[in-house]
T-cell receptor, first 114, second 112 residues
Framework: GENVEQHPSTLSVQEGDSAVIKCTYS??????FPWYKQELGKRPQLIID?????GEKKDQRIAVTLNKTAKHFSLHITETQPEDSAVYFC?????????????FGKGTHLIIQP | DAGVIQSPRHEVTEMGQEVTLRCKPI?????LFWYRQTMMRGLELLIY????????DSGMPEDRFSAKMPNASFSTLKIQPSEPRDSAVYFC??????????FGPGTRLTVT
């Protein structure tokens, strides 16, 4: 089955700086890669996703890049703000996400230092 | 739309008791997923349904776990008998097939 590795497990950045979280996956058949943000005690919330026919996607301060050859994808957050502090999870699945379950990475605890 | 609804939000039970978790997906979504979250193992897929039919239950840890989806608007996850190691947050998620998954608020289960 699919295996998703996520790094780093903890990331501390100064407010206003950029943060980058990286993930690798094992199954070349995976074609859907979402990122979720989870605040303490809350549900995971989808913040951005990318499909394998696209190399990069951007939504305001958040961007995701995908390298299918190397089987890795990354989340980039620019101009970080205190409200960006949370745990971020990457995930992978073999279809559009609706017809197959997600395999999650172990999460990155992002800390924004004031 | 009210989003995915789960009940109860918190459940405390004694080892050996039966536990039933409930989920109402977003109307119109035809895929439903059950996940479990623990500190040690992270977020794990337990089982998922497409059009009320179980597709993959390979993530269900043991025969003590079972899940049903009798109709498009309701699913249950049952643990019988429960054990302390089942303590976790159980999330239900739904999706319009082929698209994004939306998570419910979760049920925090504590088995003593």
């Amino acid at each position: 089955g699919e295996n998703v590795e996520q790094h780093p497990s903890t990331l501390s950045v100064q407010e206003g700086d950029s943060a980058v979280i990286k993930c690798t996956y094992s199954d070349s058949a995976s074609n859907y890669f979402p990122w979720y943000k989870q605040e303490l005690g809350k549900r995971p919330q989808l913040i951005i996703d990318i499909r394998s026919n696209v190399g990069e996607k951007k939504d305001q301060r958040i961007a995701v890049t995908l390298n299918k050859t190397a089987k890795h994808f990354s989340l980039h957050i620019t101009e970080t703000q205190p409200e960006d502090s949370a745990v971020y999870f990457c995930a992978a699945s073999m279809s559009g996400g609706g017809a197959d379950g997600l395999t999650f990475g172990k999460g990155t605890h992002l800390i924004i230092q004031p | 739309d009210a989003g995915v609804i789960q009940s109860p939000r918190h459940e405390v039970t004694e080892m050996g008791q039966e536990v039933t978790l409930r989920c109402k997906p977003i109307s119109g979504h035809n895929s439903l997923f059950w996940y479990r979250q623990t500190m040690m193992r992270g977020l794990e897929l337990l089982i998922y349904f497409n059009n009320n039919v179980p597709i993959d239950d390979s993530g269900m840890p043991e025969d003590r776990f079972s899940a049903k989806m009798p109709n498009a608007s309701f699913s249950t996850l049952k643990i019988q008998p429960s054990e302390p190691r089942d303590s976790a947050v159980y999330f239900c998620a739904s999706s319009p097939q082929g698209l994004e998954q939306y998570f419910g608020p979760g049920t925090r289960l504590t088995v003593t």
